[in-house]
Antibody, heavy 118, light 110 residues
Framework: QITLKESGPTLVKPTQTLTLTCTFS??????????VGWIRQPPGKALEWLALIYWDDDKRYSPSLKSRLTITKDTSKNQVVLTITNMDPVDTATYYCAHRGFRGFDSWGQGTLVTVSS | QSVLTQPPSASGTPGQRVIISCSGS????????VNWYQQFPGTAPKLLIYSNNQRPSGVPARFSGSKSGTSASLAISGLQSDDEADYYCAAWDDSLNGPVFGGGTKLTVL
């Protein structure tokens, strides 16, 4: 059974850097074809993909946010970390991490709400 | 502004069949597989349909997906009150080199 859980601060100030950790179990990020992605959802709005990291350390970023995003993995700890620099109130959202296999994002974490406010 | 276009809302009465559309382009739906996700308020999205028309284990056969050209559809037959949720389509986009989502459709069961 695959499980994922997001952790990190619930409140950040504008211009600060946000660091979110996704801790997972039930799969290995060293298995061929596997990836973990980050997706966010502002309150009342649609899902927005942010970043993706593959088993071979290939990384993909949303073009609109690429300059602010960094995704890394620690296979030994079963963790994926996303950092977002220069946070702004418009970045207020629930941030999800998800397992991506051949079926797409087939398992999701519960999400963590991050509010950006001074 | 989402890359994939969905109607913001849809509705139906119990027992009816409802279809939710998702429109894209050659770089996403036209050349790649489509997934659908179901999301209830305050919860994470759940994979409902993958590879255009495949249902994960546990998803009722009332839910079906199809794709034609640069558009896709999710059909829900025998509508139930429990189906009231937000539905999102998604596909890989070759131009953006990543997955894209639709704007979501809020389904109301009248």
């Amino acid at each position: 059974q695959i499980t994922l859980k997001e952790s990190g601060p619930t409140l950040v100030k504008p211009t600060q850097t946000l660091t979110l950790t996704c801790t997972f179990s039930g799969f290995s990020l060293s298995t061929t074809g596997v990836a973990v992605g980050w997706i966010r959802q502002p309150p009342g709005k649609a899902l927005e993909w942010l970043a993706l990291i593959y088993w071979d350390d290939d990384k993909r970023y949303s073009p609109s946010l690429k300059s602010r995003l960094t995704i890394t993995k620690d296979t030994s700890k079963n963790q994926v970390v996303l950092t977002i620099t220069n946070m702004d109130p418009v970045d207020t959202a629930t941030y999800y991490c998800a397992h991506r296999g051949f079926r797409g994002f087939d398992s999701w974490g519960q999400g963590t709400l991050v509010t950006v406010s001074s | 502004q989402s890359v994939l276009t969905q109607p913001p809302s849809a509705s139906g009465t119990p027992g009816q069949r409802v279809i939710i559309s998702c429109s894209g382009s050659n770089s996403n739906i036209g050349d790649n597989l489509v997934n659908w996700y179901q999301q209830f308020p305050g919860t994470a999205p759940k994979l409902l349909i993958y590879s255009n028309n495949q249902r994960p284990s546990g998803v009722p056969a009332r839910f079906s997906g199809s794709k034609s050209g640069t558009s896709a559809s999710l059909a829900i037959s025998g509508l139930q009150s429990d189906d009231e949720a937000d539905y999102y389509c998604a596909a890989w986009d070759d131009s953006l080199n990543g997955p894209v989502f639709g704007g979501g459709t809020k389904l109301t069961v009248l």
